[in-house]
């Protein structure tokens, strides 16, 4: 596996202006020779597919839901951020720049991070013209917000559901581009297998959801912005049908997997509740603005709380521990998330825990209402209180809210270089699927930013470099390498239908989600990882010799896509492990116990672990092997992060 | 708390359908309704029938994928709230509760539960956006828009797409969906330009589909989970007969 992150010569600030003027372009009569395919309609591939086709190219789009517009994007609340420096508080881009890459533990990549930065500001602009309703202020100019790990006000909003106006503008661009016929949508279309041919990404096998149909697709190139892999956990704040599938199987056809055990627990998600549930509720982190997050200092004072023998009310402000402001005074409650989530576990685990299980920490407004009111409050949050009232049904301006951590984002992904290319040839991956900007803890409202930068404003020039050195000419899609993969997924599907067994993919995935968050969740250490990976493997021999799947392949088939996802997660899992297993050093949200300051922060070992570990396939039950991209800072100063 | 499910099945678009019974003896009333079904169907399966089909993703009202049809009201009773954040407390012991796919003639049954709302997409894809070429936008500042035109602006842009109006109205009519699109984006300068080709492109695609009439029933305000008004179909007639008398006169866009 050749690793060459393709990061052009210059100072950080030249970089990309330099990489864009020496790129090759695709002349514009040239354009409608070539076809690009691009999995996924998020904010990342919605925006790429609909600048592409702008552009000239033809693109085919797909999504497993029933309309681009569902893709999991639209769930995203709190904002986008963008170093306008509209605020005037010293806000630039080289701040969002550092801001990122010390949030993530200075384990991204800088060149990338710092493009990032560069393009924020022009997403807004995009955005605002595309009709996106921002929140304003009474002189009609955008208002911001703060977020976890800045300390100026960069973040862009439309009240707590940014991230569903952000995607119906992409998805505004994109119908645009379908009306034109420049962009063709597949809908409720999975893809299940990446084709190669001459070791170049020509295709792309899909499954119809609806008829069951197996259908080839080529092209001159394929994007893949399929999202994250949180659901390996099964209970997350993600949607039910986010999967790594497409991701993972583009692992098993050669592309590197980069840095899997980075991911991300939210500090703000409604706590679990019983057996029964399904997933777990984001209450969006910009509450952290104004709630101030605390338990008690006493343990037999939780103990009363859980059994409501009195109420949070009742605890006396000196009997208040409101550790964020304590332990990090400059950040107080806006500290990074990583960081808020491990404190709220520390917490719990020292009994000091307030919801009924034990595992919940409040997240107080009563200040804040005191200060401002209640409609001033109502007017920044009125739909999250609603939401909060809704599933656990408290009144969040009346009593405290309670919060606890939940498995939200995942910062590893597929392997590209600054291209955004992986190590597989006309193979693009975008947004949360691919590995780049975040490091090993992401800060908030950086996601959106991310996938749009990445669709928008990236791979529409660095596509065409890639096209226009291989030339037109997209693949037979009846070709022996489209008939070989055909063959392949049919055999897959026919083997897991075939089991018959009696448990549910629901029941395993439930088991895996178990183990995931025990021993790979947010504190791993040596024992627990080598526990996990001795149990995926049997997991996943429980599934294959026990799965049962009614129905047929040649139908609408619920029962067969979550059985195709859960297989997927349970040799997925086993490579998260691995690597959780080989960083032997704490980072961001990598939280190895063995690895800590006195104060119980991550301790980072940059002499050993300062790269990104790209994993190469080697089979299933066959360990992957790793390669290292190291990471240089020369723009930077590597340093221990601090937000006290 | 125990439950009596009669729930619609149907094999595929052209098969016949029909109401079969099920009963659960276990119901959390903290659970979701959704979840009560995730738990029905793990019993199906384990027993070897086939799970009931229904539409999801989200499960945090955002997305708009579920979609079903409840004691006969799309969304089930509880106002302003979509069915995957419906909570099974509002329901009682021993109740009968039916659960039906969305009835409506534009949107087919897939399977079960399972209904195919392709057709609001075309009604987006004849004139939901505004046409602006990526990387070619002026500050984001550039233009400032009042408070009250962004609050209602996203007022109408909270839509999410679900198509329960559709499925409340006795003539199918796809007229709130339709306006909260047309009223967000022509209530803003970015908008103004393409605002008669909105309208009128849009319209026209919602009769093309098969989309009935609106005769003021009210019925899709009522079940919108997200508090799209009928203020806003009043504004899309607006800007509709402002559009049509400029098309009819002959005035350019
Ligand atoms: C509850 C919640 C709140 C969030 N809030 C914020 C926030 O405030 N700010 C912020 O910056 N970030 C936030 N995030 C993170 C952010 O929303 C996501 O990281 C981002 O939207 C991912 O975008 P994407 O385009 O990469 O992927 P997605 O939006 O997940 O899109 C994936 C697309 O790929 C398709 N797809 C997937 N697999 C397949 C397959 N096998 N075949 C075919 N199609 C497939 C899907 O249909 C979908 O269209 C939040 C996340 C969550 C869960
Ligand atoms: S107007 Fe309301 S009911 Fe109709 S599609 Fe939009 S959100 Fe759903
Ligand atoms: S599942 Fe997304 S709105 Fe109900």
Redesign the interface.
């Given at each position: 596996m050749i690793l060459d992150a393709k990061i052009p010569d210059g100072s950080i600030e030249d970089k990309w202006s330099n990489h864009k003027f020496s790129n090759k372009l695709v002349n514009p009569a040239n354009k409608r020779k070539y076809n690009i395919i691009v999995v996924g309609s998020g904010l990342a591939g919605g925006?790429a597919a609909?600048?592409l086709g702008?552009l000239g190219y033809n693109v085919k789009c797909f999504c497993y839901?029933?309309?681009?517009?569902?893709a999991?994007s639209?769930?995203a609340q709190g904002g986008i951020n963008a170093a306008?420096n509209?605020q005037n508080d010293g806000d630039s881009v080289y701040r969002l720049f550092y801001d990122t890459i010390k949030g993530g533990d200075f384990r991204s990549r800088e060149a990338n991070v710092y493009r990032l930065a560069e393009v924020s500001?022009?997403i807004?602009?995009?955005?605002?013209?595309?009709?996106v309703?921002?929140?304003?202020?009474?002189?009609?100019?955008?208002a911001n917000r703060s977020f976890g790990g800045a300390q100026v006000s960069r973040t862009f909003y439309?009240?707590g559901?940014t991230g569903?106006?952000l995607l119906?503008g992409a998805?505004?661009?994109l119908?645009?581009q379908?009306?034109r016929g420049q962009v063709e949508?597949y809908?409720r279309h999975e893809m299940l297998e990446l084709v190669l041919v001459e070791g170049h990404a020509k295709g792309i096998i899909t499954r119809n959801l609806?008829n069951g149909a197996i259908e080839s697709w080529s092209a001159d190139a394929v994007i893949l912005a399929t999202g994250g892999y949180s659901t390996v956990f099964f209970l997350s704040t993600c949607?039910?049908?986010v999967n790594v599938t497409g991701a993972f199987r583009s692992f098993k056809k050669g592309a590197g997997f980069a840095n899997p055990c980075y991911t991300q627990i939210h500090p703000t998600c409604i706590p679990q509740?019983?057996d029964?549930?399904?997933?777990l509720?984001l209450m969006s982190e910009s509450l952290r603005n104004d709630g101030r997050v605390w338990v008690p200092k006493d343990p037999k004072v939780s103990e009363q709380l859980r059994n409501k023998d009195i109420r949070p009310r009742d605890v006396a402000e000196s009997e208040r521990d409101y550790y964020l402001e304590r332990k990090y005074p400059s950040f107080g409650n806006l500290a990074p998330r990583d960081i808020s989530s491990r404190s709220a576990k520390e917490a719990c685990d020292k009994g000091r825990g307030v919801s009924y299980t034990g595992f919940g920490v409040y997240l107080d407004f009563e200040d804040a209402i005191g200060r401002l009111g209640q409609p001033a409050i109502e007017e920044r949050y009125g739909n999250l209180f609603e939401?909060y009232e809704?599933?656990s049904?408290d009144n969040g301006y009346e009593t405290p809210m309670m919060i606890y951590p939940a498995p939200h984002y995942t910062m590893g992904g597929l392997w590209v270089d600054y291209n955004l290319m992986s190590n597989v040839d006309g193979l693009f991956v975008l947004g949360e699927a691919n590995f780049s900007d975040h490091g090993a803890n992401r800060l908030g409202a950086s996601a959106l930013m991310q996938g749009l930068a990445d669709g928008?404003?990236v791979v529409?020039y660095t596509v065409a470099n890639y096209l226009a050195r291989v030339g037109a000419g997209a693949p037979d899609p009846d070709g022996p390498a489209f008939k070989e993969a055909k063959a392949s997924i049919n055999d897959n599907l026919n083997k897991m239908l075939s089991v018959q067994g009696?448990?549910?993919a629901?029941?395993i995935h439930i088991e895996l989600g178990r183990i995931m968050w025990e021993y790979c969740g947010m504190a791993r250490d040596d024992a627990g990882l080598k526990k996990a990976l001795q149990l995926i493997p049997e997991l996943r021999e429980e599934f294959w010799s026990n799965v049962?799947?009614?129905?047929t392949g040649e139908?609408?088939?619920?029962?067969l896509e979550r059985a195709g996802r859960v297989a997927d997660h349970l040799e997925f899992a086993e490579l998260m492990c691995h690597d959780a297993h080989d960083r032997d050093e704490s980072c961001g949200g990598h939280f190895r116990v063995e690895h800590q300051t006195d104060e119980g922060e991550a301790k980072r070992d940059d002499e050993n672990f300062s790269h990104v570990s790209v994993w190469e396939h080697q089979g299933v039950n066959t360990a992957p092997v790793k390669h290292n991209e190291e990471l240089v800072y020369e723009s930077v100063t590597m340093a221990t992060r601090s937000y006290k | 708390m125990k439950l009596n499910l009669r729930i619609w099945r149907q094999?595929?678009e052209n098969s016949a359908g029909r109401l079969v019974d099920y009963k659960m003896d276990d119901v959390?009333p903290?659970?979701?309704f959704?979840?009560?079904l995730?738990?029905l169907?793990?019993d199906?399966?384990?027993n070897?029938?086939?799970?009931v089909?229904?539409?999801?993703?989200?499960?945090?009202?955002?997305?708009?994928?579920c979609s079903l049809t409840i004691n006969g009201v799309p969304h089930g009773p509880e106002r302003m709230?979509s069915v995957c954040?419906l909570?099974m407390?509002h329901f009682s012991d021993g109740e009968t509760v039916v659960i039906e796919p969305w009835r409506a003639k534009p949107f087919p049954i897939?399977?079960d539960l399972?209904v195919?709302?392709?057709p609001?997409?075309r009604i987006?894809?004849?004139g939901?956006?505004?046409?602006?070429?990526?990387?070619?936008?002026?500050?984001?500042?550039a233009?400032?828009?009042?408070?009250e035109v962004?609050?209602y602006?996203?007022d109408a842009?909270?839509c999410?797409?679900c198509g329960a109006c559709v499925a409340a109205c006795k003539n199918a009519s796809a007229m709130l969906f339709t306006a909260a699109k047309t009223s967000?984006?022509n209530s803003?300068p970015?908008?103004k330009a393409e605002k008669d080709r909105r309208v009128l492109g849009m319209v026209a695609a919602m009769d093309e589909a098969g989309f009935g009439n609106c005769t003021n029933y009210g019925e899709c305000q009522a079940v919108c989970p997200k508090g799209i008004t009928l203020d806003f179909i009043a504004q899309m007639n607006r800007d509709y007969a402002v559009a049509s008398t400029k098309k009819l006169f002959g005035c350019a866009f």
């Open positions: 925006s609909a600048t702008e839901q029933d309309s681009p517009r569902r999991h639209i769930a306008k509209y500001g022009n807004i602009d995009q955005c605002v013209a595309q009709g309703p921002f929140a304003r202020e009474y002189g009609g100019h955008l439309a009240r559901q569903q106006q119906l998805y505004s661009a119908n645009a379908i009306a949508m809908n609806v949607a039910a049908g509740e019983g029964h549930q399904s997933k509720t939401m809704r599933i049904g928008y404003f529409p009696k448990r549910s629901r029941s049962r799947i009614p129905g139908q609408l088939n619920i029962e | 094999d595929g959390s903290d659970s979701s959704l979840e009560m995730d738990l169907n793990e199906l399966i384990v070897g029938d086939e799970p089909a229904f539409d999801h993703d989200c499960r945090e009202g955002i997305c708009g994928m709230t954040q909570h407390r897939i399977r399972v195919d709302r392709t609001f997409d987006q894809q004849a939901g956006f505004i046409s602006v070429r990526t990387g070619s936008a002026p500050d984001g500042n233009i400032p828009i009042s408070k962004a609050d602006a996203m842009a909270a999410i797409g967000q984006l803003l970015q908008g």
